[in-house]
């Protein structure tokens, strides 16, 4: 749509997506981040690994008379190490140009994208709801940083109604995953971790049919819109406190025909009921929340979901679950990425946190589920029945946590 175009004046609401119309060279700009950080996650990762494996690994072991143990361990053989310089800076700076790439785009067909979420929340053809609370005190974990270096990070509004974030996050998100394929859905549309665990809980759980679904810290809920397909019955929910991420939700799901009641609400504390939910979801949300809160969000799951009810978290694994090296790859973003939660997130065992928040340690599971689009439906059955393992977490799985409520 072009720029001041006005909206059509129709039932349906276009998705505000098609507002995003980069230039050509916006888009070759795109394309170059896009290539950059595969050549960064793939080609620099594999040169650095090669040196620690050859070099570092030993001259370490010689220094101090042991092998590497922990991810720290690890970063202080590659310390000053070329390799490992070249693609901590070349990360980092494929890192800030990701955003860079469509803030453009985006700034320049914000009217019409504020417009089309402001009809969107008037008219909810789908049914769905948009809750905001301007007075929400944004968590200092949020407010105090740009989150993994995006400029404005998740809550900035630079104008009445401002869908700005929302929409940076967004693409920004498909130029950050568009060269690595396994990272990306079977439609394209919504988010490939939601395609997945949904998938994998209805398969491994046919019995189970939830009634009401939250997401927490859902952004514009890309990851939660699958669900929808899976369990098209539940009522869906999604939580966040970044208004422009809900606003730009709201209206990309109202034009999908999915409707999703979204409120500006912070997971520690939450205005829904004890026992509402049977499922609670989140995605990319705990690495980024200070110990301390998790377990008060964990604590307010536990009251808000029913007898039964389950909870599915898609995270970074704990650094119990990965070798030495693996720990100073995961733990990059705490060093380098405006992550300052991450390692410590990464240091604890979500089975005991969530025992710490009221779940019976019984039920509490860990397990690596395949990304559904790569992987395929008949292997995907194979993976249920036990006779396939998935993929690592990274590099085709998702690794969630979660726990029943007795
Ligand atoms: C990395 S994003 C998650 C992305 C999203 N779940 C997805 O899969 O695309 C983390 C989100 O959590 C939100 N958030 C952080 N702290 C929160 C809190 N205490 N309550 C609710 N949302 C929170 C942030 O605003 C941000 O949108």
């Given amino acids: 749509m072009p720029d001041g175009s006005v909206l059509p004046n129709t039932d349906t609401l276009p998705d505000i997506d098609s507002f ?76 800030e140009m990701t955003w860079a790439s469509v ?56 104008t009445a109604d401002d869908v700005a974030q929302g929409a940076v996050v967004s693409f920004g998100g498909m130029v950050f995953s568009g060269a690595l394929g396994w990272r990306l859905g079977m439609k394209g549309k919504f988010g490939a971790v939601g395609e997945s665990v949904a998938y994998y809980l209805s398969q491994k759980y046919p019995n189970f049919k939830p009634r009401r679904i939250l997401d927490i810290g859902t952004s514009s809920a890309k990851n939660l819109m699958p669900y929808a397909e ?21 209206a990309k799901a109202e034009a999908s025909g999915i409707a999703v009641h979204f409120s500006q609400q912070n997971a520690e504390a939450t205005d829904f009921p004890d026992g509402h939910f049977d499922l609670i979801v989140s995605s990319f949300f705990f690495h980024e929340i200070p110990v301390k809160s998790t377990k008060k969000i964990l604590a307010e799951c536990h009251r808000i979901l029913s007898k ?15 070798d030495p090296y693996l720990n100073f790859y995961w733990d990059w973003d705490t060093l380098n990425n405006n992550e300052p939660s991450y390692s410590a997130f ?61």
Avoid at 66 to 72: E, Q, R, Y
């Fill in 103 to 158: 803030q453009d785009a985006v700034e320049r067909n914000l009217p019409d994208m504020i417009e089309l979420a402001k009809k969107a929340a008037a008219e909810t053809p789908a049914g769905g709801s948009l809750r905001l609370n301007p007075n929400l005190e944004i968590p200092r974990y949020v407010s105090a940083v740009d989150v993994h270096l995006i400029p404005g990070c998740f809550h900035n509004e630079y």
């Fill in 230 to 250: 899976v369990y098209p019955d539940a009522e869906l929910y999604a939580i966040d406190v970044g208004a422009p991420l809900l606003r730009y939700g709201h």
């Fill in 20 to 95: 995003f119309q980069p230039t050509h060279n916006e888009v070759a700009r795109q394309s170059f981040v896009s290539a950059l950080r595969k050549h960064v996650l793939v080609d620099k990762l594999n040169e650095m690994h090669d040196v620690y494996e050859t070099k570092k690994k030993a001259t370490f072991t010689k220094a101090k008379g042991h092998a590497p143990k922990t991810g720290d361990d690890v970063e202080a053989a590659m310390d000053g190490e070329m390799s490992y310089r070249v693609y901590s800076a070349l990360r980092y700076n494929a890192q």
């Fill in 346 to 406: 990464r240091a604890s065992d979500p089975n005991e946190l969530q025992a710490g928040a009221g779940f019976d340690r019984s039920t509490t599971y860990e397990i690596t589920v395949p990304n559904r689009a790569t992987f395929g439906d008949a292997k995907f059955a194979q993976f249920i029945k036990g006779e396939v393992p998935a993929p690592r977490h990274g590099q085709g799985g998702w690794y969630i946590f979660g726990a029943t409520k007795s």
């Fill in 308 to 322: 039964g009810g389950m909870m599915a978290h898609m995270e970074l694994p704990p650094r119990k679950n990965c």
